[in-house]
């Protein structure tokens, strides 16, 4: 693995809902996880297009991530890879993670800069993370797509042959983006959805629902769609669609 792929060191709730429903509800979904998982906790690799252009949704994803481990942890817990790209080439991958304040700490010493997108590594490490091991799913937040969809579509089929559902969320309007996004979802039997920079409590509803799957699977989020509505429903109708 060259330098500039090198790990790093191992240094939603609705506001209709109060906090004691939202924990019952999870308590309720949890018995409905999939028994495939046994006792282990959910695993989610959450990657991150960081070019200059992601400051913003860097930041409001690095509060989010607590959130995600809550979301989860009444269905057994969590953990994390953070995977994300940058500048000249540079790919990084952290270990497994399962403590949002270390994963938080190691999101704010990350500054974004301008570069290419690096989808297609992203997929290759997620083929060789669920090689090594269990990976429930992958998440991918960004705006911009500059590479071969047909390409990608084949670590996204390699992918899927594995297991790994795929949740692309596209912010922005950009059309190629949004194409590209939608075939790596559909190939990896998982779900994309668009959302705009200036929604960040959906990008925050749909993170917490990721994780609600990774931990507890489809029956966990579809609970949690039926709870919530709205984009909770939106990203499990899309995930049926790919099924």
């Given at each position: 693995?060259?330098?500039?792929?090198?790990?790093?060191?191992?240094?939603?709730?609705?506001?209709?809902?109060?906090?004691?429903?939202?924990?019952?509800?999870?308590?309720?979904?949890?018995?409905?996880?999939?028994?495939?998982?046994?006792?282990?906790?959910?695993?989610?690799?959450?990657a991150?297009?960081?070019?200059?252009?992601?400051?913003?949704?860097?930041?409001?994803?690095?509060?989010?991530?607590?959130?995600?481990?809550?979301?989860?942890d009444?269905?057994?817990g969590?953990?994390?890879?953070?995977?994300?790209?940058?500048?000249?080439?540079?790919?990084r991958?952290?270990?497994?993670?399962?403590?949002?304040?270390?994963?938080?700490?190691?999101?704010?010493?990350?500054?974004?800069?301008?570069?290419?997108?690096?989808?297609?590594?992203?997929?290759?490490?997620?083929?060789?993370?669920?090689?090594?091991?269990?990976?429930?799913?992958?998440v991918?937040?960004?705006?911009?797509?500059?590479?071969?969809?047909?390409?990608?579509?084949?670590?996204?089929?390699?992918?899927?042959?594995?297991?790994?559902?795929?949740?692309?969320?596209?912010?922005?309007?950009?059309?190629?983006?949004?194409f590209?996004?939608?075939?790596?979802?559909?190939?990896?039997?998982?779900?994309?959805?668009?959302?705009?920079?200036?929604?960040?409590?959906?990008?925050?509803?749909?993170?917490?629902?990721?994780?609600?799957?990774?931990?507890?699977?489809?029956?966990?989020?579809?609970?949690?769609?039926?709870?919530?509505g709205g984009?909770?429903?939106r990203?499990?109708?899309?995930?049926?669609?790919?099924?």
């Amino acid at each position: 693995m060259s330098g500039s792929e090198r790990r790093m060191g191992t240094d939603l709730p609705d506001n209709r809902a109060s906090a004691s429903e939202v924990d019952a509800f999870l308590r309720q979904a949890a018995r409905l996880a999939d028994s495939r998982r046994g006792s282990r906790r959910g695993r989610l690799l959450f990657a991150m297009d960081a070019t200059a252009s992601r400051q913003p949704t860097w930041d409001r994803a690095a509060h989010i991530q607590a959130e995600m481990f809550r979301a989860a942890d009444a269905l057994g817990g969590l953990e994390m890879q953070l995977v994300f790209y940058r500048g000249f080439g540079e790919f990084r991958a952290s270990r497994w993670l399962a403590d949002p304040d270390r994963l938080a700490r190691m999101m704010a010493g990350v500054a974004c800069l301008a570069g290419q997108t690096q989808l297609a590594k992203v997929l290759k490490h997620a083929i060789n993370e669920a090689r090594d091991g269990p990976v429930d799913a992958l998440v991918m937040v960004g705006d911009c797509l500059e590479e071969d969809v047909d390409r990608l579509g084949e670590l996204a089929g390699q992918l899927g042959l594995l297991g790994v559902p795929a949740f692309l969320f596209h912010e922005g309007g950009d059309p190629v983006a949004r194409f590209g996004f939608d075939q790596v979802a559909r190939l990896t039997k998982g779900a994309c959805v668009s959302f705009a920079a200036n929604s960040p409590h959906l990008l925050n509803e749909l993170l917490g629902a990721v994780a609600v799957y990774a931990a507890g699977g489809r029956p966990a989020l579809k609970a949690l769609a039926e709870r919530r509505g709205g984009a909770v429903r939106r990203l499990t109708s899309a995930l049926d669609r790919g099924a």
